[in-house]
């Protein structure tokens, strides 16, 4: 090899190892939501799970409540896990709102001194309605958290 071949060769390589310019990184998601502290949940007469908490991210913080329904009416016990549904509604400042429609899967999982979740559900989400016409029929994944204690969590995030 040459020294013009050698230097076109190292120019190549170090390019390679350049981390991304931000015009290459990819776009902020739209929606990117977290539980802001532990939320709470009761089950209703129908079997369903409503979860109330404060809510943190994009496209804004505020509060949320939620609505997590499994197929047969009742949550499924440790092990198992079953078809489910939730509906989630953020309220924001300003009069600004979102809902999402998921659908998924919840499974009861097994609790000791030191794993509190009782139930998971991870699905897909739409935005079926927001403030923002742009957020809406923005999709993604989500999870929504059942703990002991009536304590629950969620997080979205489109994807």
């Known amino acids: 090899m040459n020294h013009k071949t050698k230097a076109a060769a190292l120019i190549g390589a170090l390019l390679a190892l350049a981390p991304a310019t931000p015009a290459m990184a990819a776009p902020r998601p739209a929606v990117d939501l977290r539980g802001d502290g532990i939320g709470s949940y009761a089950l209703d007469a129908g079997g369903s799970a409503r979860l109330r908490g404060a809510i943190t991210g994009v496209p804004f913080d505020g509060s949320y409540r939620a609505r997590l329904s499994s197929s ?88």
């Open 72 to 159: 047969d009416g009742s949550l499924p016990a440790p092990g198992e896990c079953e078809p489910a549904t939730a509906a989630v509604h953020v309220t924001g400042t300003r009069h600004r709102s979102l809902d999402l429609a998921a659908t998924g899967e919840v499974c009861g999982r097994w609790v000791d001194a030191t794993y509190v979740v009782t139930h998971e559900f991870v699905g897909r989400y739409v935005v079926t309605d927001a403030s923002s016409r742009r957020l809406r029929g923005t999709d993604g994944w989500i999870s929504l958290i059942l703990a002991t204690e009536g304590r629950a969590n969620i997080e979205a995030i489109d994807t």
